[in-house]
Nanobody, 123 residues
């Protein structure tokens, strides 16, 4: 089992920055992929960024060049640095993990989820 807990969400103005954190607990030895997803009101949950165990990263087109996913050396915390925030980035942000050998932007292939942290960007 893997337990995930997000933090760092806040309300900011457009152009601002936030760093989200995801504390990882439990059986971390077999994790293969970590990711950040987000869900805006009335919309489906979507992939934002993923980080696999080889260190490869992937980003949604909408956040490329503005968001950076990383993890600490102990693999106990996953981060999402968000710069140049836009009102359309407003959403609940979730940390997720799977044990697959790849990192798809598919909600159904991530069995482990945190409770989410709210990010609100005002214009």
């Amino acid at each position: 089992q893997v337990q995930l807990m997000e933090s760092g969400g806040d309300s900011v103005q457009a152009g601002g920055s936030l760093r989200l954190s995801c504390e990882v607990r439990g059986d971390t030895s077999s994790r293969h992929c970590m990711g950040w997803f987000r869900q805006a009101p009335g919309k489906k949950r979507e992939g934002v960024a993923t980080f696999d165990m080889s260190g490869s990263t992937r980003y949604a087109d909408s956040v490329k060049g503005r968001f950076t996913i990383s993890q600490d050396n102990a693999k106990s915390t996953l981060y999402l640095q968000m710069d140049s925030l836009k009102p359309e980035d407003t959403a609940m942000y979730y940390c997720a993990a799977n044990r697959l050998g790849y990192c798809p932007f598919r909600v159904d292939l991530f069995p482990y989820w945190g409770q989410g942290t709210q990010v609100t960007v005002s214009s």
